[in-house]
């Protein structure tokens, strides 16, 4: 195969190999993407669910405050009532004492509850915040990578034959003095009409003149 077609060859083959590193990358970029968004979105339920959770133990806990202010008037008025020797009327104080008393413990239990779904959502949202970091940080670098295989593969696609990086000063020097450098030659004689010719091109072109000219006599 010629080394014209090879070089063809070889860059075209550069060329889609770039393009489908490009490709993938731009897959994977989507893919990090739309997982960002997602997280994102969860990270806002967990808020808001953590945010409610929160209100509604904060919520309880008030109640709870108002119903231990009621138990203490309902006990005051149980002493009231004895005191007055008001057995009814104490006995139907003492009755809601007790039922206050009922609401207290189960709304206790119930901010136990919501505390502890506090937290978790709290964990929950420190979870999701990391992981959005983390996403985002691969995204970056990702989106630098992506944009630096592009680069190469657009320097590449543009260095002429073979090279796929700008030759190195000293390889350069090396070549243009070897061109410039004469090439040996069999006889002394053949060195030194090559000299000459060097130097006087017109020179070579009259002998080579003279010499058709000469054969040209001969033939007749």
């Not at 709870?64 to 008037?73: K, Y």
């Not at 983390?134 to 073979?162: C, E, F, M, W, Y």
């Amino acid at each position: 195969m010629p080394d014209t077609l090879k070089t063809l060859f070889k860059r075209i083959q550069e060329g889609m190999e770039g393009l489908a590193g490009a490709v993938m990358g731009d897959r994977a970029e989507r893919l990090l993407d739309e997982e960002i968004r997602a997280v994102d979105d969860a990270l806002h339920g967990a808020r808001g669910e953590h945010t409610a959770a929160k209100a509604r133990r904060i919520a309880s806990e008030q109640h709870q405050a108002a119903l231990a202010a009621r138990i203490g008037e309902m006990e005051a008025k149980v002493e009231a009532a004895l005191r007055q020797s008001r057995a009814t009327q104490a006995r139907k104080a003492a009755d809601e004492v007790v039922q206050l008393q009922a609401e207290r413990r189960q709304r206790a239990a119930e901010s136990q509850q919501l505390a502890t779904q506090e937290r978790q959502f709290a964990h929950v949202v420190e979870q999701l915040e990391g992981r959005l970091r983390r996403l985002k940080h691969q995204l970056d670098i990702l989106r630098a990578s992506n944009s630096l295989q592009r680069a190469q593969a657009t320097v590449a696609r543009r260095q002429p034959g073979d090279l796929l990086y700008p030759e190195p000063a000293f390889a350069s020097a090396a070549r243009m003095k070897q061109r410039r450098a004469p090439t040996p030659s069999s006889s002394a004689t053949g060195e030194g009409k090559s000299k000459k010719h060097a130097a006087d091109p017109a020179q070579a072109v009259l002998d080579r003149a003279r010499k058709r000219i000469t054969s040209s006599a001969r033939k007749r």
